[in-house]
């Protein structure tokens, strides 16, 4: 038994070591793509910058760009703020129905109990009758 349980404990350390390999990676993975795509975008915005300089003039340029960037800005709150609701939300449902559950176990649980203890009386008593048989069997010396 201690030689599977030995076996079992490699395997499960091979895992996570597998699995702390595989984190870092995608983490790195991540790490240059948001680099790369910070970078796109900082210059897609200065290109559209120069265009709307080259339209309007520097200052309608300027004033352009910033109101374009103060809309994407707020886009992106409104965004956070109903995806964190949204959360919340979810978050709550999912307490509420791990509550009901634990309440329906717990109900269920306690109905088959009491419908089970007049049915496992009798083998409660003989399992107890033979304990107590076993520790109270006479020796050789009490004869």
Known sequence: MLAGLHILARAVGTDIARLRQRMA????????????????FGLGVAAAVIILVEIYGAAGGLVSAAVILLLAGVAALAVNAVLRVRQQR??????????????????????????????????????????????????????
């Open 25 to 40: 990676t995608t983490a790195i993975c991540y790490a240059i793509a948001v680099v790369a795509f910070a970078a796109a």
């Open 90 to 143: 979810l978050k709550q449902r999912a307490t509420a129905l791990r509550t009901a559950a634990i309440a329906q176990t717990a109900t269920t649980g306690a109905a088959r109990a009491r419908e089970a203890t007049p049915a496992l009386l009798p083998v409660a008593a003989i399992l107890a009758f033979a304990f107590a048989s076993s520790l109270l069997k006479p020796t050789d010396r009490d004869r």
